[in-house]
């Protein structure tokens, strides 16, 4: 059987930074999205992508169709990286319930489902690693942000439960929350100014190239003795 990693969200700007570093490590990929014509013109644009799979994350009750899928083609998964994710500012004053389920089916229920299907042995090898990424906002909670800081906040716990009970096929669960990423969301929308940015992250607006090096360094060898460690990429926020 093959081996490769699962990126999910991976036709987003965070998902090719990830697809780019690992490819230079000569990583076989499968590739996770939504939008299919995305996800083959990315398979198209790199050869260490050996498949791709459209499933929209929000339906969490057929999750593992993914595995059964990538098990079909005769891949044995030995890596998942959650990159998926929505982020939509939501005051407590305009909240509603629909907007609280879809947060957190994506950002939360998605990985949990994710992560059950990940820990079976015919779906998956020995020695394994999983990423998720999470957030800063997990810890500092900005305003406007309850739903995404409280997604990203059960994450993290869920990350490190995740740790511990998939230690014993030695398959290592780890988080990394970055701060604000320099990505057209945030440039095109201009949620920030680089002030703005400055007040709250003094080192600025970070690539999500540094966020995909840290991701490759989690999934690799070199980090054989890191599980259940929540790394933030903050850029001075929490200093």
Known sequence: MDTAFLITGATGNLGRAVIKEL?????KLVLLARNSSNLKKLQAENQNVIYYFSYDLE???HIETIFQSCSSQGILLNGLIHCAGINESMPIQINDTDSMDRMMRINLFSFVEM????????YTAENSSIVAISSMAAVENPKGMCLYSASKA???STVQT????????KTRVNAIMPGYLEQKMVNEK???TDEAVKKVQPLGLINCSDVAKLTAFLVSKDARYITG???PIGGGQII
């Open 23 to 27: 490819s230079a490590r000569k990583v």
């Open 59 to 61: 339906d969490t009750s």
């Open 115 to 122: 992560g059950k299907y990940f820990s079976r042995k015919k």
């Open 154 to 156: 059960a994450l993290n």
């Open 162 to 169: 995740m740790a511990k009970e998939l230690m014993t096929r």
């Open 190 to 192: 201009q949620f920030l």
């Open 229 to 231: 460690a929540l790394l």
